[in-house]
């Protein structure tokens, strides 16, 4: 029986931890670039956009379909690096913990 109590206070602690981590990651912000740095995005690890940086010498009319592909591969950089941060963080978080192998938190 001692047993399931210790589970369940380390659920809880988890569960404690795992809040905190989320409100963490809305502050944790990432950088993703395209174009050789014409374009930048950044956005926290929660994948909220937060600006868009444009090199002035992207903005001809005659190039908008380039600068839109920029733009996405920019937003798609940011977004796979601010995933990588969070499961980062979670990995630490869980660190220790008897985890099946492939398990993703939050549920």
């Given at each position: 029986?001692?047993?399931?109590?210790?589970?369940?206070?380390?659920?809880?602690?988890?569960?404690?931890?795992?809040?905190?981590?989320?409100?963490?990651?809305?502050?944790?912000e990432?950088?993703?670039?395209?174009?050789g740095?014409a374009?930048?995005?950044?956005?926290?690890?929660?994948?909220?956009?937060?600006?868009?940086?444009?090199?002035?010498?992207?903005?001809?009319?005659?190039?908008?379909?380039?600068?839109?592909?920029?733009?996405?591969?920019?937003?798609?950089?940011?977004?796979?690096?601010?995933?990588?941060?969070?499961?980062?963080?979670?990995?630490?978080?869980?660190?220790?913990?008897?985890?099946?192998?492939?398990?993703?938190?939050?549920?």
């Amino acid at each position: 029986m001692r047993d399931l109590m210790g589970i369940m206070k380390q659920a809880q602690a988890m569960q404690e931890k795992m809040s905190s981590l989320q409100g963490e990651l809305d502050h944790v912000e990432v950088t993703g670039a395209s174009g050789g740095g014409a374009v930048s995005v950044v956005m926290t690890a929660k994948g909220q956009l937060k600006g868009v940086t444009l090199d002035p010498s992207l903005l001809v009319p005659d190039e908008r379909e380039i600068l839109e592909d920029l733009i996405v591969a920019a937003v798609n950089d940011a977004r796979s690096k601010a995933e990588a941060t969070a499961q980062e963080k979670m990995a630490e978080l869980t660190k220790g913990l008897p985890l099946p192998p492939g398990m993703k938190l939050p549920f």
